[in-house]
């Protein structure tokens, strides 16, 4: 207002009405009042208002007439209401939070589950490489199949863990590593290793669902794992130069049909073959009965025998009278007539069915690295139940 009236002096413009011209000169007026100081604008006691003479009324429009107020001179404001719920509200917030908590989660574990299969797979390939099995560089050679021979596993499938599956033997001249690794990559059925542990077993087969059961570390052994686990052993007897304190026998020359005594002659004769050929302090034999595998350990210098289950079992009747008889005759040819002494120490006890397999290996690696040959009832008196870490050192050796 103030510069509008500015405008109209500098354009020489006449203010013909009265009382515009009475409200023009009070607003020159409480101007050069407000530029003294004399007269200060608070809130709507403005200049206009002042010199109008008439209080401005909250709500009204200026310049319009009176009469006029914001809500009839420029129409009302659009208000919807909207019922909301909130407990529907909070649920679906929730909701939508649990959803994306849960696929944070889920992406981080399969992030964390695949870093780890990666790590154990690469560790299993690094470990067949110690062994001799080396890498070549025709990785996609294709893999020719053949039928190999079953041996078939006795005994029955019913006991505290899960049946025994079949295994393998046949002779083939390939690369182990290229072998596994398309296996690994292709899905093929099994894998052909060397025994060095056996030498009436050049080679023999393992199946890729063991493998896999194997990195996973959630199933049973079976037969070929423990073979494989022999032969590791055998390796880690001559890397501590404890090749002479120490012998491997193959579980699969242990396994015997209780309705065939043939089959039991069979495995006392490869026993006493075993005691005689090799000549060592103790003999470590991996057992399967029942789908439960425990440890025998058979000593001819101290005459004993010793039996480390993880369920705190004996022996059955028939495998009991083939390692004494076998140890018997052994020691009959070496001019000793007494009786062989049995040990029933009670070592760590699994928790489950699955386990029985680790729990063979981890006694048996620990007998080679503590080179241990007596005090077996003071050593193994321990019942406590392996770790979620010992299970996976134990696939990783």
């Known amino acids: ?78 208000r ?42 690469q560790t299993f390939l690094d470990k067949l490489k110690t062994m001799g099995f080396t890498q070549t560089l025709q990785i996609n050679e294709e893999i020719e199949h053949s039928s190999p021979q079953k041996v078939d596993v006795h005994g029955s499938t019913k006991g505290s863990c899960t049946a025994a599956q079949e295994n393998y033997k046949e002779d083939l001249t390939i690369d182990n590593v290229q072998k596994l690794l398309c296996m690994v990559l292709r899905s093929e059925e099994d894998i052909r290793i060397p025994l060095e ?33 022999c032969t590791c052993m055998h390796r880690l007897c001559i890397s501590r130069n404890r090749s002479k304190v120490f012998g491997i026998l193959d579980p699969v020359c242990l396994d015997f049909n ?6 039991k002659s069979k495995v006392q004769g490869h026993i006493q073959t ?7 302090v103790c003999y470590l034999a991996p057992y399967l009965f029942k789908g439960h595998w425990q440890l025998i350990i058979i000593c001819p210098k101290d005459n004993s025998l010793v039996v480390l289950c993880s369920m705190h079992r004996d022996l059955n009747e028939g495998m009991i009278k083939i390692v004494s008889k076998a140890l018997e005759v052994h020691q009959l ?23 029985c397999g ?3 290996m981890k006694n048996m690696l620990d007998i080679i690295s503590a080179n241990i040959t007596k005090s077996w009832m003071e050593v193994f008196n321990d019942p406590t139940t392996l770790t979620e870490d010992d299970l996976y050192d134990l696939r990783n050796q």
């Open 333 to 355: 040819c070496q001019g000793n007539r007494k009786k062989a002494k049995w040990f029933r120490p009670k070592p760590r006890k699994q928790p489950n069915g699955n386990d």
């Open 258 to 263: 209780p309705a065939d005594p043939s089959t």
């Open 1 to 78: 207002m103030i510069h509008g009236r500015e405008q109209d002096k500098r354009k020489g413009e006449s203010i013909t009405s009265e009382a515009a011209k009475v409200v023009a000169e009070k607003i020159d007026a409480l101007v050069e009042e407000t530029a003294k100081g004399t007269f200060v604008p608070q809130g709507r006691d403005d200049i206009l208002t002042r010199a109008i003479g008439t209080k401005e009324h909250g709500g009204r429009v200026r310049g319009v007439g009176p009469g006029y107020t914001l809500s009839n001179y420029f129409g009302r404001c659009s």
């Open 80 to 121: 919807l209401t909207q019922t909301i719920d909130v407990n529907q509200h909070l649920s679906q917030l929730q909701t939508n939070l649990e959803r994306q908590i849960k696929e944070k989660f889920d992406a981080e574990f399969e992030q964390k589950m695949a870093v780890e299969r990666e790590l154990m797979q």
């Open 274 to 280: 075993r005691l005689r050929d090799l000549n060592k």
């Open 197 to 229: 542990h056996e030498p009436n077993t050049a080679r023999f087969f393992i199946p890729a669902k063991c493998i896999r059961e194997l990195l996973v570390g959630n199933a049973w052994l079976d037969f070929s794992i423990l073979q494989l686990w």
């Open 358 to 360: 680790y729990y063979v």
